[in-house]
């Protein structure tokens, strides 16, 4: 069997180790002989890393491992860049919430002004790992799962229309891991859905099992009642996430016969959010507090005992898909899989050139877009403004503009006013001056 040499380009994410461990658990579908990490930095990448290179030589020292800051190093000889990078870390997710909450608007890291300020330093790095790799791997494909990912995929599209890139979002394979428990299957591969919108805002049409029976009726009377928390004991997450899984009963009303992604919270009940927000503490807190610390503690005893047994780290199973997605490049499965890309007349009657999440078959060529058909007027007239925003942006960053960027935030619907809009797009260029483009 052919075997694989990819590059991880955030090598120094908390999320590194478990998808280190999710693709040593593959290596049967999907076989690596070579393994590098990137990232700009090298201090952070380098307690990742250690620790990364000690369970590579105890789980499979045949494959050839290494980490580096050097582009050209590190983009040579790769079949598949896998992206998961976070311009300005946590402490600049930190200032996405907290800022808009300063004035009364929701603080989340993809969504609103927050969603756009993360979006405004992405695009420039994003951009970058594609340029490298397109110098020195230009056969390879880039699976991005960077966010703001409908940003990203925009921004790509706009500005490297030739790149091979794809780009995928965990979310709904989060959501369907869990219709999966709540209707008593063991994975969500056991079921076959259809589901349109944009990068965390869209809905699920059908929803079946491998025998083709119809599950929408018991998930929809549940989701009713429950939102997406699945029956006691089957799951546990801290207590922001079970909130947005059970918000998820209020945002699945406003159209009963479909079954809502769990971020539309954010856009349709934009006053809840802000309601139940704590501005001195929010989520990039709890993430610094919690997840940070234990991942890079686990990293360092690791390193410092020599062996992976002594620390905790956990394979980064919800992950998975990025090993479906490369295995249906490589050996052309033509896999059904949600992917973001062109519209190109997948949903008729909506901007042919969106970037919507819709299932594709993925093959040697990469993504092949399933026809939706036409949308319903309420789904449609919100995909249609966060798709200006989302344009609006990508112009913004192109043009270093300003006025532009006032605009896409006004037309965020989570911001009530374009005064409002203009208070928080000062104080966002203020506290973003390292990693935006000067702005005129």
């Not at 002989?33 to 990232?39: C, H, I, N, S």
């Not at 200032?95 to 890291?109: A, C, T, W």
């Not at 230009?138 to 490297?160: G, K």
């Not at 891991?177 to 919108?197: E, F, H, P």
């Amino acid at each position: 069997m052919k075997t694989f040499s990819v590059l991880i380009a955030g090598g120094g994410s908390t999320f590194t180790p478990g998808i280190v461990l999710m693709l040593l658990a593959n290596r049967h579908r999907f076989p690596l002989r070579q393994l590098k990490f990137y990232d700009n930095d090298a201090a952070r990448q380098e307690t990742i890393a250690r620790a990364c290179k000690i369970i590579l030589q105890e789980q499979a020292p045949d494959i050839v491992f290494s980490y580096t800051s050097d582009p050209q190093e590190a983009f040579s000889d790769v079949d598949f860049v896998m992206a998961h990078i976070r311009v300005g870390k946590y402490p600049m997710r930190e200032q996405d919430e907290k800022i808009p909450l300063r004035h009364g608007v929701l603080g989340q890291e993809t969504c609103g002004p927050g969603g756009i300020a993360y979006g405004m330093r992405s695009i420039g790095g994003v951009l970058e790992l594609v340029d490298y790799m397109q110098q020195y791997s230009p056969d390879a494909w880039m699976l991005n799962y960077s966010n703001p990912a409908a940003i990203v995929a925009e921004a790509t599209r706009r500005l490297r229309p030739e790149a091979k890139i794809l780009n995928i979002c965990d979310m709904p394979i989060g959501i369907e891991s869990r219709m999966a428990k709540i209707v008593g299957l063991q994975d969500r591969k056991q079921m076959r859905v259809r589901y349109y919108g944009l990068n965390h805002f869209g809905w699920w049409t059908a929803v079946e099992d491998l025998k083709g029976n119809d599950l929408m009726p018991q998930l929809r009377e549940y989701v009713a009642k429950y939102g997406y928390v699945p029956p006691s004991g089957s799951s546990s997450v801290e207590s922001s996430w079970k909130d947005t899984f059970l918000k998820a009963r209020d945002v699945q009303a406003l159209d009963p016969q479909t079954l809502p992604n769990t971020y539309l919270k954010y856009y349709l009940f934009p006053d809840y959010v802000v309601a139940h927000s704590n501005p001195e503490r929010t989520r990039a807190n709890e993430v610094m507090e919690h997840r940070e610390k234990q991942v890079f503690s686990a990293c360092r005893a690791i390193t410092d005992a020599g062996h992976s047994s002594a620390g905790e780290l956990e394979i980064d199973e919800h992950a998975s898909y990025i090993v479906d997605l490369a295995t249906a490049i490589a050996f052309n499965t033509q896999e059904r899989m949600l992917l973001i890309v062109p519209n190109q007349g997948a949903i008729p009657n909506f901007d042919a050139d969106a970037m919507v999440e819709i299932p594709c078959l993925v093959g040697r060529n990469g993504a092949e877009p399933l026809q939706v058909g036409d949308i319903p007027t309420f789904q449609k007239g919100l995909m249609s403004q966060q798709v200006a925003v989302e344009k609006l942006l990508v112009e913004a960053w192109e043009q270093r503009s300003r006025h532009t960027l006032w605009q896409a935030i006004t037309l965020s619907k989570t911001v009530p006013s374009a005064a409002v809009a203009k208070a928080i797009l000062d104080d966002l260029i203020e506290a973003n001056k390292a990693f935006w483009p000067p702005l005129s």
